[in-house]
């Protein structure tokens, strides 16, 4: 696999997204205080066509105020069969619905519809961080709850390292408004 284009990466994303529907990745932000905060998070969605990702999440978490406050971070991925690992810089936006009608459809509800009912059970507890009581898979509403957002992140750049034995290549490729990309190999 070579890391060179964006439609080689594309490419070897939709390969191990055949097999494996969800990414997990190190997402980084940072706190009121600059300091670094990472935590792994699960991709329900890639878009590669359009480079956007979207994950769930806990609206009272403290990742959605940092990435509030500063919505650019960095999200990465190490694609452990091609020992390629992807630092991208993201631009995220967070889709809270506020009142029950927007929570209750359209593109929230169907996000939310596709989780499965013990991740479901997470949006019932106490805020992300605090001691809790796990709620039962009984208890799982239908409804979107007020608690659930979904972060919709929009690749900007691509560090790319493909590692091989005595080697590193490493190429980085930057989106141009409003869809194209230009790319530049930085080392060897």
């Known amino acids: 696999m070579s890391i060179n284009s964006l439609p080689q990466i594309q490419q070897t994303l939709r ?24 935590r ?24 959605v105020a940092q990435l509030a406050q500063k ?8 694609l452990s069969d091609q020992n390629i ?4 810089l993201t631009t995220w936006s967070v889709i809270q619905a506020r009142r029950l009608q927007e929570r209750n459809s359209g593109r929230l509800q169907t996000f939310w519809e596709s989780h499965s009912a013990s991740s479901k059970a997470l949006f019932l507890s106490a805020p992300p961080g605090d001691h809790y009581q796990p ?20 690749i ?3 560090d790319a390292l493909e ?10 490729h930057v ?10 190999q930085l080392n060897p």
């Open 40 to 63: 792994m998070i699960v991709i329900r969605h890639f878009d590669l066509e359009h480079m956007t990702i979207r994950i769930s999440t806990d609206i009272r978490s403290s990742k």
């Open 163 to 172: 590692i091989h034995q005595g080697a590193q290549i490493r190429w980085r």
């Open 85 to 88: 690992s992807l630092r991208m």
């Open 15 to 38: 390969r191990i997204l055949i097999h494996t529907p969800h990414l997990i990745g190190a997402l980084a932000s940072s706190d009121a205080s600059d300091r670094a905060r990472v």
């Open 71 to 78: 919505p650019t971070s960095e999200l990465c991925l190490w």
């Open 175 to 184: 989106r141009q408004p409003p869809q194209t990309w230009t790319s530049v």
């Open 135 to 154: 709620a039962t898979v009984s208890e799982t509403p239908t409804q979107v709850p007020i608690t659930f957002a979904e972060l919709v992140g929009h």
């Open 156 to 158: 900007d750049e691509i």
